[in-house]
């Protein structure tokens, strides 16, 4: 069993100091949100702006309740999910394997970074036509920019952080016997944990990003083809609703991410 931790007064004014920056934080944060959501429902009340280009949370709000009484609304939000979530999963695995065998083999490594660098720098939309005729026009063929958008960042990042381990100690490890897979597993893999959590808060903006152009390219479903669908037939008021549903999702995911790194540090030091 575990044993209650005591502390002393001054360590619990920290504790409670802390607790009051991190509620004085949120607060701030919601109080901003409601305060650009008011201004955005004011200046379109009062003819600020043209409420049929810019919308309003009202006019969202109203969307979001026809699209629920249609029975799409879940729907849709379904389909970009899961092409999300499953194209973040694969780029985030083969990212970091594909860059845990470029750290191992430092000839591979250079021969193949160029070409890595190329295919970062690469609009992924300008592969949309190949992408269409090798996947179709189903999901497979948004996971798949989902994943090409992810990847590249995914390998980079995580390689960059394998490369920036700390000489001095794989010389240390090395000196006492221990093989590269050792070295692998109690050095570099360790230290690489603050990357590895900075990059799936990066790639989570990536997927999102990928299953959206996907959707743009191929969709006959999800939030992606009701921005394409209401631009096209000018429903304004269907593409705010969608920008606003994946602002949520994403913050969402980001805070999934935020909580897992809570989780693993908390795991780490106990």
């Given at each position: 069993?575990?044993?209650?931790?005591?502390y002393?007064?001054?360590?619990?004014?920290?504790?409670?100091?802390?607790?009051l920056?991190?509620?004085?934080?949120?607060l701030?944060?919601?109080?901003?949100?409601?305060?650009?959501?008011g201004?955005?429902?004011?200046?379109?009340?009062?003819?600020w702006v043209?409420?049929?280009?810019?919308?309003?949370p009202?006019?969202?709000?109203?969307?979001?309740?026809?699209?629920?009484?249609?029975?799409t609304?879940?729907?849709?939000i379904?389909?970009?999910l899961?092409?999300t979530?499953?194209?973040?999963?694969?780029a985030?695995?083969?990212?970091?394997?594909?860059?845990?065998?470029?750290?191992?083999?430092?000839?591979?490594?250079?021969?193949?970074?160029?070409?890595?660098?190329?295919?970062?720098?690469?609009p992924?939309?300008?592969?949309?036509?190949?992408?269409?005729?090798?996947?179709?026009t189903?999901?497979k063929?948004?996971?798949?920019?989902?994943?090409?958008v992810?990847?590249?960042?995914?390998i980079?990042?995580?390689?960059?952080?394998?490369?920036?381990?700390?000489?001095?100690?794989?010389?240390?490890l090395?000196?006492m016997?221990?093989?590269?897979?050792?070295i692998?597993?109690?050095?570099?893999?360790?230290?690489?944990?603050?990357?590895?959590?900075?990059?799936?808060?990066?790639?989570?903006?990536?997927?999102?990003?990928?299953?959206?152009?996907g959707?743009?390219?191929?969709?006959?479903a999800?939030?992606?083809?009701?921005?394409?669908?209401?631009g096209?037939?000018?429903k304004?008021?269907?593409?705010m609703?969608?920008?606003?549903?994946?602002?949520?999702?994403?913050?969402?995911?980001?805070?999934?991410?935020v909580?897992?790194e809570?989780?693993?540090?908390?795991?780490?030091?106990?």
């Open positions: 069993m575990k044993k209650a931790m005591i002393s007064e001054e360590h619990k004014k920290y504790l409670k100091k802390q607790r920056k991190i509620a004085l934080v949120w701030l944060r919601i109080g901003l949100l409601a305060l650009l959501l201004f955005w429902e004011l200046s379109t009340a009062l003819g043209d409420p049929f280009i810019m919308s309003s009202s006019r969202v709000c109203k969307t979001i309740g026809s699209l629920y009484n249609d029975g609304l879940f729907y849709h379904g389909v970009t899961l092409e979530l499953i194209g973040f999963v694969i985030v695995v083969l990212g970091v394997l594909i860059a845990l065998a470029l750290w191992w083999s430092e000839t591979v490594r250079r021969v193949l970074e160029p070409y890595i660098v190329v295919l970062n720098a690469l992924k939309i300008a592969l949309g036509p190949l992408i269409i005729i090798w996947f179709g189903g999901n063929a948004i996971i798949f920019m989902t994943v090409l992810g990847l590249i960042v995914a980079m990042h995580m390689l960059s952080a394998f490369i920036a381990t700390d000489k001095n100690k794989i010389l240390l090395k000196s016997g221990a093989s590269k897979l050792q692998l597993r109690k050095l570099v893999i360790p230290s690489s944990f603050a990357s590895f959590i900075s990059m799936l808060k990066v790639n989570v903006g990536m997927a999102w990003i990928g299953s959206i152009m959707e743009y390219i191929v969709s006959r999800g939030l992606g083809y009701l921005l394409v669908y209401g096209q037939v000018f304004l008021d269907l593409v609703t969608a920008i606003f549903i994946l602002c949520i999702l994403a913050a969402g995911m980001y805070f999934l991410v909580l897992l809570k989780v693993l540090v908390k795991n780490t030091e106990s």
